[in-house]
């Protein structure tokens, strides 16, 4: 990889396309042997009685966030989000997940889109290296950096009184209590639900 001077952006070299065609075959394997596991596992759960609606999802979280990278930097826009999406399913709180998913998004010049994937991110891990993300955003691609931060002892802080800010972290909230529900996963949601209801 080496930095565009023009834009700050991570670019794949010639000579790293290799490395990552690689890794992209080695992922597909396991991508394989995941699946069949998987559908081994949802026919046991059928067999008991157990409704697919009511099966938490399964399979191997840092498989597709791996899958989900190499396909980024491949420039496979779509199968990274997916593959993203997917991770972020499995363990919705894999900071990785919601950071390919905005990479992705944004590489699709779908800078909203990507700016809520960044905070979602945020919101349920509290991964502070995600903030300059969203700063860069706000920033190079939506022009509201000055609003949307506010220093503090702490450094930089999104500043939810700001009415894009507010917007963003309101959709990013919705975002992650339906993607929790999905997960089976009542407990953090309603934790988010209420966190929502207090800061925004």
């Given at each position: ?18 490395a990552y ?75 990785d997940?919601?950071?390919?998913m ?53 450094g ?22 339906k ?10 949601a ?11």
């Amino acid at each position: 990889l080496q930095t565009d001077k023009s834009n700050g952006q991570l670019t794949v070299t010639p000579g790293s396309v290799a490395a990552y065609q690689r890794s992209l075959e080695i992922l597909t394997r396991g991508l394989a042997i995941d699946s069949a596991s998987n559908e081994n596992h949802r026919l046991e759960e059928l067999s008991r009685g157990i409704p697919e609606s009511d099966m938490v999802p399964t399979g191997l979280p840092f498989l597709y966030s791996s899958l989900a990278l190499t396909y980024v930097r491949l420039g496979k826009n779509q199968e990274a989000y997916d593959a993203a999406a997917r991770a972020e399913l499995l363990s919705p709180q894999l900071a990785d997940a919601y950071v390919t998913m905005g990479e992705a998004l944004l590489a699709e010049e779908k800078k909203k889109d990507a700016v809520i994937s960044f905070i979602e991110g945020f919101l349920i891990t509290g991964d502070q290296g995600i903030l300059p993300l969203i700063q860069d955003v706000y920033r190079r691609d939506l022009g509201k950096e000055d609003c949307a931060f506010r220093n503090t002892a702490e450094g930089p802080s999104l500043n939810i009184s700001c009415e894009i800010v507010h917007n963003d972290a309101c959709k990013a909230s919705d975002n992650l209590i339906k993607l929790l529900l999905e997960d089976q996963n009542r407990v953090v949601a309603d934790q988010i639900k209420d966190r929502a209801l207090e800061k925004f």
